[in-house]
């Protein structure tokens, strides 16, 4: 596709729910960032690969949260047994190996 | 201290007049800085992007660098209602795990009154 697409563009879901966040990157995109924005703040690191390998997780809040890219295009970010704070904008951005991102228009979960 | 700071303002400016947009960050070693604009409720959109010390210029907007005082800018010349947004400022930071990634200012929200 012509942008970075993020599924589902909304998430609702009970606590204790595990949820899966789906990314397609534009195509050719070897870099693949993964970001999580509370409202009134800048977009918080999580994850990213290059390729199929996860380069850095270092921003994963704790053991709950998970990623991964298989064949190097499309990523998944799961949260397991979710919990109201888990609550935010999660967000994609992918690029040409040392090039600007491009962001997707984000995936907005709620946690009940 | 933060890796990356910006002011969150409101930054009211008058249409025409000149926004001046700052961010400073903490690595000394870091090599590439960006501007994203953030419209309320949608995607941050890359604006520019600027990896030597100096001016950057495009159209009405100019980034400017200083490595060794570790300030990133970002003018808007003749600013319009419609460049009323958040600015976000990004530098390309070596992390611990031995790449480098991408930390993200709190971004600055810009008002221009019309």
């Known amino acids: 596709g012509a942008g970075v697409s993020q599924s589902p563009r909304y998430k609702v879901t009970k606590r204790g729910q595990d949820v899966a966040l789906r990314c397609d990157p534009i195509?050719?995109?070897?870099?693949l960032y993964w970001y999580r924005q509370a409202l009134g703040q800048g977009p918080e690191f999580l994850t990213y690969?290059?390729?199929?390998?996860?380069?850095?997780k270092s921003g994963l809040p704790n053991d709950r949260f998970s990623a991964e890219r298989p064949e190097g295009s499309i990523s998944t970010l799961t949260i397991q047994r979710t919990e109201q704070r888990d609550s935010a904008m999660y967000r994609c951005?992918?690029?040409?190996?040392?090039?600007?991102?491009?962001f997707g228009d984000g995936t907005r979960l709620s946690i009940l | 201290q933060k890796e990356v700071e910006q002011n969150s303002g409101p930054l009211s400016v008058p249409e025409g007049a000149i926004a001046s947009l700052n961010c400073t960050y903490s690595?000394?070693?870091?090599?590439?800085f960006f501007w994203y604009r953030q419209y309320s409720g949608k995607s941050p959109e890359l604006i520019m992007f600027?990896?030597?010390?100096g001016d950057k210029e495009d159209g009405r907007f100019t980034a400017q660098l200083n490595k060794a005082s570790q300030y990133v800018s970002l003018l808007i010349r003749d600013s319009q209602p419609s460049d009323s947004a958040t600015y976000l400022c990004?530098?390309?930071?070596?992390?611990?795990?031995?790449?480098?990634?991408?930390?993200f200012g709190t971004g600055t929200r810009l008002k221009v009154l019309a």
């Open positions: 951005a992918s690029s040409l190996s040392g090039q600007p991102q491009h």
């Open positions: 195509s050719g995109h070897v870099s």
């Open positions: 690969f290059n390729y199929e390998a996860q380069q850095d």
């Open positions: 690595d000394r070693g870091s090599q590439s």
């Open positions: 600027i990896y030597s010390n």
């Open positions: 990004a530098v390309n930071m070596f992390g611990t795990s031995g790449t480098y990634k991408y930390i």
